[in-house]
């Protein structure tokens, strides 16, 4: 089946770093990515939508200044976690939508805790 | 806001019994999906059912879909200790903006003592 990676798998960071973490269709393309945070024993959250070649659409409540969104080809979506607070520690999931049929494959995450 | 609400929140259960997990949701759907995930690990694909399907079955899993009453149902059968993890609905929104988009439930984590 569709594999999508993320890379690092876990990263641990100074409070006020940035941090990217890519995501990335290894067997095929993927116009739309889908980004999410999960907190511990709690449920995904939608934080944005990655559209390659546009900008991202963020959820409400996501500041579209701290998390930068770039899906700069069709098979790689990056979220750049800007000045980083121990709050944002959480885990991050991709998804990615193929087309032709439509299909969803999810990444296996990134752990990020920040110091 | 998220779509799909699981209960229980938690079940515990001893191997070989049988675990079911319910969800409920809001608004019309094109199909529901049901997703696995083991502590700090991805999400696992394990079922999708049409809106237009009632019930459907692999392996030990068996899924119920009622969309009168906007909800499903995960029956894993003859449980086993490596299925210990959380369980997810999730649910698109039929004639929703974003192709593709899920709305996920808050899940069941499910614990199976040998």
Same mark, same amino acid.
């Given at each position: 089946? %569709?594999?999508?990676?993320?890379?690092?798998?876990?990263?641990?960071?100074?409070?006020?770093?940035?941090?990217?973490?890519?995501?990335?269709?290894?067997?095929?393309? %993927?116009?739309?990515?889908?980004?999410?945070?999960?907190?511990?024993?709690?449920?995904?959250?939608?934080? +944005?939508?990655?559209?390659?070649?546009?900008? %991202?659409?963020?959820?409400?409540?996501?500041?579209?200044?701290?998390?930068?969104?770039?899906?700069?080809?069709?098979?790689?979506? @990056?979220?750049?976690? @800007?000045? %980083?607070?121990?709050?944002?520690?959480?885990?991050?999931?991709?998804? +990615?939508?193929?087309?032709?049929?439509?299909?969803?494959?999810?990444?296996?995450?990134?752990?990020?805790?920040? @110091? | 806001?998220?779509?799909?609400?699981?209960?229980?929140?938690?079940?515990? #259960?001893?191997?070989?019994?049988?675990?079911?997990?319910?969800?409920?949701?809001? $608004?019309? #759907?094109?199909? =529901?999906?049901?997703?696995?995930?083991?502590?700090?690990?991805?999400?696992?694909?394990?079922?999708? #059912?049409?809106?237009?399907?009632?019930?459907?079955?692999?392996?030990? =899993?068996?899924? $119920?879909?009622? $969309?009168?009453?906007?909800?499903?149902? =995960?029956? #894993? $059968?003859?449980?086993?200790?490596?299925?210990?993890?959380?369980?997810?609905?999730?649910?698109?929104?039929?004639?929703?903006?974003?192709?593709?988009? =899920?709305?996920?439930?808050?899940?069941?984590?499910?614990?199976?003592?040998?």
């Amino acid at each position: 089946g %569709a594999v999508v990676s993320q890379h690092p798998s876990w990263v641990i960071c100074k409070s006020g770093t940035s941090v990217k973490i890519e995501c990335r269709s290894l067997d095929f393309q %993927a116009t739309t990515m889908f980004w999410y945070r999960q907190f511990p024993k709690q449920s995904l959250m939608l934080m +944005a939508t990655s559209n390659e070649g546009s900008k %991202a659409t963020y959820e409400q409540g996501v500041e579209k200044d701290k998390f930068l969104i770039n899906h700069a080809s069709l098979t790689l979506s @990056t979220l750049t976690v @800007t000045s %980083a607070h121990p709050e944002d520690s959480s885990f991050y999931i991709c998804s +990615a939508l193929s087309t032709g049929p439509y299909e969803q494959y999810f990444g296996p995450g990134t752990r990020l805790t920040v @110091t | 806001s998220q779509q799909g609400e699981e209960d229980p929140q938690a079940l515990s #259960i001893q191997e070989g019994e049988n675990a079911t997990m319910n969800c409920s949701y809001k $608004t019309s #759907i094109n199909n =529901l999906q049901w997703y696995r995930q083991n502590s700090g690990r991805g999400l696992v694909h394990l079922i999708l #059912i049409r809106s237009n399907e009632r019930e459907k079955h692999s392996g030990r =899993l068996r899924v $119920t879909l009622d $969309t009168s009453k906007k909800s499903s149902s =995960l029956l #894993i $059968t003859a449980s086993r200790a490596a299925d210990t993890a959380s369980y997810f609905c999730a649910t698109d929104a039929k004639g929703g903006s974003t192709l593709g988009r =899920l709305y996920f439930g808050r899940g069941t984590q499910l614990t199976v003592w040998p």
